[in-house]
């Protein structure tokens, strides 16, 4: 059984950090063979891709958080992660951890990733 669960999320003012994390287990082949996908949805709005990286540590960011997101992951602990800096009240959502067996959607950062995670809520005051 897949299972993905992000932790990390929270209130913070305009400027501040967060450090997001998504912890894996039971994914086909195993959590390093699978790219990994951050997306965030807020209210009212489509689920968007903001960040992905690949099974050899490619990334792909979001035009909207480049230079202020960082998605990294530790195979040996089954957990991605996304370092949020510089929030903006734009950046509240609900941020979601995906995983898939494809690689191509690590290039693609579009919606069809094969497992989700319940997300984990981020909102950004001023």
């Known amino acids: 059984q897949v299972q993905l669960a992000e932790s990390g999320g929270g209130s913070v003012q305009a400027g501040g950090s967060l450090r997001l994390s998504c912890a894996a287990s039971?994914?086909?082949?195993?959590?390093?063979?699978?790219?990994m996908g951050w997306f965030r949805q807020a209210p009212g709005k489509e689920r968007e891709g903001v960040a992905s990286i690949d099974r050899a540590g490619s990334t792909k960011y979001a035009d909207s958080v480049k230079g202020r997101f960082t998605v990294s992951r530790d195979n040996a602990k089954n957990t991605l992660y996304l370092q949020i800096n510089m929030l903006k009240p734009e950046d509240t959502a609900m941020y979601y951890c995906?995983?898939?067996?494809?690689?191509?959607?690590?290039?693609?950062?579009?919606?069809?990733?094969?497992?989700w995670g319940q997300g984990t809520q981020v909102t950004v005051s001023l």
């Open positions: 039971g994914l086909p082949y195993g959590f390093s063979s699978n790219c």
């Open positions: 995906a995983a898939a067996l494809s690689q191509l959607r690590c290039l693609t950062l579009g919606p069809a990733f094969d497992y």
